[in-house]
């Protein structure tokens, strides 16, 4: 592509990726990728990749798991090009599993080693997700977001129990943080795949791991998603689930979409590609075509010679040119096959995998959030005056509280999160700078 175009992707889509050790950890079990497609043709029949990741296990192992399933799951997926996206997003998620379990059999400080993954891929047809454990992905559209994972955790799997059953009964008293699936620990693995679900311009997908997820409803991760653009929100969020106790590892990102891509455009660029590339390798579908047809030729020749050859000779020749005819029969077959996937693959997004949305909630600034987040900042002002750790910009913080106020009182509510969030986001910013020990 030339120059202008080379990063085309970043014209419909604005990105935010944070990852946190949280309040009460010492070292951070949580991963994340977010690739872009390399190309047009990867960008147009791959889309753009994102993935998080929250991994388990005693000292490294989680770590090493859940870097495991970011790389290798992103890796696996922009390579599997002869599938469809669904199948490939499946597989994918399988091929880190394989790895990450080979990996802990191998080595006793890494067994029993496991990670959630959750991998979301932006496609013209719309979004696909593959999903494992119970880290989440939610969308925001028309102020209402929407679950669209279901977790694997015990809690949940309660729920699709009849209300006569005695696990459903017991429902109040079961664990949160026990997940039925994970890439690693298990010989058997089933990947959910969800979508696809088709885009609107000013939709925003969030996924996140259950650091984030546990501190917060879903109707407040909405509003931070309604009110604030990705980079922004990433860190309103972080800092938001720190200052309620940040007890996990927190990670979050955002991917929103701004606006339709010029498909037309993206179309000749890969044209344009595909030219350039075949210049430099004239081999073809009609090249090949040519070798089976010729192999098919050799092997009828064969069977025509072994009657000259008599008897003796005719059951060998036979043997040979049957199986060189069959040879070139089979080119043939896999060419028609091949060809006849590739129109049949475009049809993939016709189809829909999963059963979500799962939950839906609004994320209309209201009332309620918008106080607790000033109850927040009231409590972090209190503690930066009482420890005089630094020196803050009281004016400016005295400012921005009354915007807040003002705005709230006139019923603006995205108004007051968004002044009472910049100060919660620069009291935090500015303490990680000159307390990071504090932490």
Not at 343 to 372: I, L, M, Q
């Amino acid at each position: 592509m030339s120059d202008k175009n080379e990063h085309w992707w970043r014209d419909f889509l604005v990105v935010s990726a944070r990852t946190d050790v949280g309040m009460r950890r010492s070292n951070n079990q949580d991963s994340f990728a977010t690739e872009p497609a390399a190309t047009p043709r990867l960008g147009k029949t791959r889309g753009h990749l994102f993935v998080v990741a929250d991994g388990m296990g005693a000292h490294a192992a989680g770590e090493l798991a859940s870097k495991m399933a970011a790389t290798l799951t992103t890796q696996s997926y922009f390579k599997r090009v002869e599938q469809s996206p669904p199948e490939a997003l499946r597989d994918a998620l399988l091929d880190a599993h394989a790895e990450i379990r080979k990996r802990g059999e191998s080595d006793e400080a890494f067994r029993d080693m496991g990670t959630t993954c959750d991998a979301l891929a932006i496609l013209p047809e719309g979004a696909l997700v593959g999903h494992v454990g119970d880290s989440r992905v939610y969308r925001l559209r028309d102020r209402t977001i929407e679950q669209l994972t279901f977790d694997h955790s015990l809690v949940w799997e309660a729920r699709r129990l009849p209300n006569s059953h005695p696990a459903f009964q017991k429902l109040t008293n079961i664990p949160k943080n026990i997940i039925t699936r994970s890439l690693g620990p298990t010989e058997s693995l089933v990947v959910d795949v969800e979508g696809p679900f088709p885009l609107r311009p000013g939709d925003a997908f969030l996924l996140c791991s259950d650091g984030l997820s546990g501190q917060f409803e879903d109707s407040e991760i909405g509003q931070i998603l309604e009110v604030f653009q990705p980079e922004e929100a990433t860190e309103t969020l972080v800092n938001l689930a720190n200052l309620r106790g940040g007890p996990d590892n927190i990670t979050v990102v955002v991917a929103r979409y701004k606006a339709e891509p010029n498909w037309v455009e993206l179309g000749r660029e890969i044209e344009r590609a595909e030219r350039a590339q075949a210049k430099k390798k004239p081999t073809s579908t009609l090249a090949w075509t040519a070798l089976a047809l010729a192999i098919a030729s050799f092997g009828a020749a064969v069977c025509g010679f072994a009657g000259v050859l008599g008897a003796s000779g005719a059951a060998v020749g036979v043997g040979v040119g049957a199986a060189a005819l069959g040879a070139g029969f089979v080119g043939l077959f896999a060419w028609g096959v091949r060809d006849r996937w590739s129109a049949e693959s475009d049809e993939w997004s016709e189809k829909t995998w999963g059963a979500g949305p799962y939950v839906r909630a609004s994320a209309a600034p209201n009332v309620e959030f918008c106080e607790k987040v000033a109850d927040v900042c009231d409590q972090l002002c209190d503690a930066m005056r009482e420890q005089q750790i630094f020196a803050p910009d009281w004016d400016g913080v005295a400012n921005a509280r009354a915007q807040a106020k003002t705005a709230f009182e006139r019923g603006d509510f995205a108004g007051s999160l968004r002044a009472d969030a910049s100060v919660i986001n620069y009291m935090m910013s500015e303490l990680k700078k000159n307390a990071p020990t504090q932490r």
